[in-house]
């Protein structure tokens, strides 16, 4: 079982930055890990995601340029760097942890919410205009 804890996110202005983290519980050194946001009224949408092994990552064009993902694996957890962040940014931001399968060992990533195994709570981030 896997469990996973989202920190770090809060109140900025736009322009401003903010860096999430996911601390997970369990080991997930060999899962693909994600970073979801769902804003109110909004369905949940992905937006970046790493290999297991932090060398191939995957991004929503609408964060491209501006965020950046990354793990540490020996800490078990995985960090969402957001830079330039706009408004529209704002949203509760998840975590999630897929298992290792035959299509990430070819080098295709999981961007749908049906690849992940397990979710964080999440943590609320709010940009001003």
């Known amino acids: 079982q896997v469990q996973l804890v989202e920190s770090g996110g809060g109140l900025v202005q736009a322009g401003g930055s903010l860096r999430l983290s996911c601390a997970a519980s369990?080991?997930?050194?060999?899962?693909?890990m994600g970073w979801f946001r769902q804003a109110p009224g909004k369905e949940r949408e992905f937006v970046a995601v790493?290999?297991?092994?932090?060398?191939?990552?995957n991004y929503a064009d609408s964060v491209k340029g501006r965020f950046t993902i990354s793990r540490d694996n020996a800490k078990n957890t995985v960090y969402l760097q957001m830079n330039s962040l706009k408004p529209e940014d704002t949203a509760v931001y998840h975590c999630?942890?897929?298992?290792?399968?035959?299509?990430?060992?070819?080098?295709?990533?999981?961007?749908?919410?049906?690849?992940?195994?397990?979710w964080g709570q999440g943590t609320q981030v709010t940009v001003s205009s």
């Open positions: 999630a942890a897929a298992r290792l399968t035959a299509a990430q060992v070819l080098g295709v990533l999981p961007s749908g919410r049906e690849g992940y195994d397990y």
């Open positions: 369990g080991r997930t050194f060999s899962y693909a």
């Open positions: 790493i290999s297991w092994s932090g060398d191939r990552t």
